[in-house]
């Protein structure tokens, strides 16, 4: 028998013994279908409460977006908040928008797509939101780009910032009116000041 999660009383991390199998993660998921889950590479479950109208409302503008450019050229795939990947490291994550690239689709066996796929995207955006920790999300930036990600923006909506993250790089800060995508979203723009806009009242 499965476990039912409930994101209002259960506390945001459960760490079970022996840690749940890949199978099992997956049925967890789909038996619990409201709730938002990650585990981590420790084999911890990770729940995400319901986002408030701001972060909602920022998700949605960088999905389209992202949504927009991949019209331009419709190669690869991009994913939203609910697309979860199982990792190199045992985890299974999910970004808040994401891109998985022709070459690395091309290596998925047929029907990967199905479940959890086995692979990194190779671009990852990340909003913060009033239940996220900016520390936080700048270890799971270091997990997305350590498990293959080639380029991964952490979207600080309150300082009005990104964080962008490149293999063997530091982060570079970014304050300007957007940020330039590059490598595998080489021609992306995101336009901040509208992502922005979300976040007024």
């Not at 479950?45 to 991949?70: D, H, V, Y």
């Not at 299974?92 to 070459?103: R, V």
Request: charged fraction near 30%; proline fraction near 7%; aromatic fraction near 8%.
């Amino acid at each position: 028998m499965l476990l039912r999660v409930d994101a209002e009383t259960l506390p945001r991390v459960l760490v079970l013994d022996p840690p749940m199998t890949d199978e099992e993660f997956q049925l967890l998921c789909s038996e619990n279908d409201g709730v938002q889950l990650e585990r981590t590479k420790e084999g911890a479950i990770r729940m995400k409460p319901p986002a408030g109208g701001w972060t909602s409302s920022g998700n949605f503008e960088i999905n389209r977006q992202l949504g927009a450019w991949w019209i331009t050229h419709e190669r690869g795939k991009a994913f939203d908040s609910r697309g979860g990947f199982r990792l190199p490291d045992g985890s299974t994550l999910s970004p808040d928008a994401s891109y998985l690239s022709d070459e690395r689709l091309k290596r998925l066996p047929k029907g990967e797509l199905r479940s959890f796929p086995r692979v990194c995207p190779d671009f990852v955006i990340e909003l913060l939101s009033e239940s996220d920790t900016v520390e936080g999300l700048k270890s799971k930036m270091a997990d997305w780009i350590s498990n293959g990600a080639l380029l991964a923006w952490l979207i600080d909506p309150y300082a009005r910032q990104v964080f962008v993250y490149r293999p063997g790089k530091q982060p570079e800060r970014v304050t300007g009116a957007k940020v330039t995508g590059e490598g595998p979203v080489n021609g992306f723009e995101l336009n901040l000041a509208r992502v922005w806009k979300c976040y007024e009242d």
